[in-house]
């Protein structure tokens, strides 16, 4: 019989304020442990509908927001939070949590977000048509018609024929799921990712090498680098093709735990570490041979791979983390900013794009789209159209989430006056007073 748990190597949940283990499993099966390391705070408002939870708090200080009343906490005070009552917390704090009954898929339901972790200080572009958001958020007997319309119309919908799917009015149905998915369903960070993700994007990433001078300074940035595959991949994609090239490269991500696993470059060939998604499933053999050594089952970034990258634990949300960062020749954002809401999503790429030096390059996917074209709009942005296509059809996992998942992304519609725009991933950031006619060739220019 076991008596003595650890923490396992890898967090069991996590968020954006903060990382959580799971202790177990034990022999008391009606009862969960977990130790949270708490970095801001839980990032929603939250009701339990079954579940008691006592926090006992080992050290940091922070507060506790339950049934509307505000408690400060400190080491060796302990919280107790019963079923049906709204609550969250903030602060800076290491926790052990009790849960009885052991927490259950459809137990915990989203209120509202933690204004301490989660700012909302932009308008949306998206929340407008009020009904739709009260429709998309009405519960009955603590159910959601919207969810359960929504699975059930996401199985009928992937085996449309391509034909059909393509026909105005149902590619105007949809729309209309995923206008409702957008509003109705939670966001959360996620650390699924792919080597190789998107070739299309890498291809043009290196074609807009050509302007570079031999041995120039070439800066990139990446953000939202998750576990550390996208990083690695744009690396290994420059590195090939500009040798001589001096890359200095910044790879952020709001994880700490996903930041020093994706530093190590360590990986597992035979199952997906801290994601849910086979990482290495779009490589080839050959190119598992060139990115890796192979230990067995383990494999590892090579070391020329590596050289140049830093790695960074920060919020790309915050002014001061890019600030520090300065002007950067390309900058890849993709599929984080989809997992928030619509108004902290649209502030984080204006911020975003204040880090692109003058001509400079923005990459940004995974994101919704009226809010990528408002403001690309808004900003002046000169969209590329050399593989805009086949970028947007690059990584068939968003094609896939659409139209039933907040993340999916819309089919491209060249019936659209605005499709050149909104369909595109890439973008060069010209000052607006000296900004020249478009261009058909994309070259990068020199620092």
Not at 118 to 133: C, E, F, I, K, P
Not at 239 to 265: N, T, W, Y
Not at 310 to 320: A, F, L, R
Request: hydrophobic content about 40%.
């Amino acid at each position: 019989m076991t008596y003595i748990n650890s923490l396992p190597t890898s967090a069991s949940f996590t968020e954006k304020g903060l990382l959580g283990y799971t202790l177990g499993p034990l022999k008391q099966k009606d009862v969960e442990v977990c130790y949270i390391e708490v970095e801001k705070g839980h990032d929603s408002f939250v009701i339990s509908k079954k579940i008691t939870r006592l926090y006992y708090v080992l050290s940091g200080s922070g507060r506790f927001t339950i049934d509307g009343h505000k408690y400060d906490v400190g080491p060796g005070m302990l919280v107790e939070v019963p079923p049906k009552v709204e609550y969250s917390y903030s602060g800076t704090m290491k926790l052990i949590v009790l849960s009885r009954p052991r927490w259950f898929s459809g137990n915990d339901t989203f209120t509202r977000w933690n204004p301490d972790v989660v700012r909302r200080d932009s308008t949306s572009v998206v929340d407008g048509a009020s009904w739709l958001t009260r429709l998309a958020r009405l519960r009955i007997f603590g159910k959601s018609p919207i969810s359960a319309y929504l699975r059930l119309n996401e199985p009928l919908w992937k085996h449309l024929p391509s034909s059909l799917a393509a026909f105005g009015p149902t590619r105007s149905y949809g729309t209309f799921l995923h206008t409702l998915a957008r509003i109705q369903n939670v966001r959360a960070q996620a650390l699924s990712t792919y080597f190789l993700r998107n070739r299309p994007q890498l291809e043009l990433i290196r074609r807009l090498l050509d302007g570079k001078a031999k041995a120039d300074t070439l800066r990139v940035t990446l953000l939202g680098c998750s576990t550390g595959a996208e990083a690695y991949s744009v690396a290994w994609r420059i590195r090939c093709a500009r040798p001589d090239l001096k890359l200095i490269m910044h790879a952020i991500d709001i994880s700490k735990q996903a930041v020093e696993f994706a530093e190590c470059g360590v990986y597992s060939a035979a199952a997906a570490q801290l994601t849910n998604t086979p990482i290495f499933e779009r490589m080839t053999a050959a190119e598992m041979e060139e990115l890796f050594d192979r230990d067995g089952n383990v494999v590892r970034v090579k070391s020329w791979i590596k050289e140049g990258i830093k790695w960074q634990v920060g919020d790309v949300g915050e002014p001061e983390v890019l600030d520090a960062l300065g002007a950067q020749d390309i900058v890849v954002a993709n599929n984080f900013l989809c997992h928030m809401e619509v108004s902290e999503a649209e502030r984080c790429l204006r911020n975003i794009a204040r880090l692109v030096s003058p001509h400079g390059y923005l990459f940004v996917s995974g994101i919704d789209l009226d809010v990528r074209t408002k403001v690309a709009c808004d900003l002046g942005w000169r969209p590329l159209q050399e593989l805009l296509e086949e970028i947007h059809e690059g990584d068939p996992c968003l094609r896939g989430f659409w139209p039933c998942h907040y993340g999916g992304l819309e089919p491209l519609n060249k019936g659209r006056r605005d499709w050149r725009i909104r369909y595109a991933a890439a973008f060069q950031l010209v000052p607006r007073e000296t900004a020249p006619p478009i261009r058909h060739e994309n070259v990068l220019a020199d620092a």
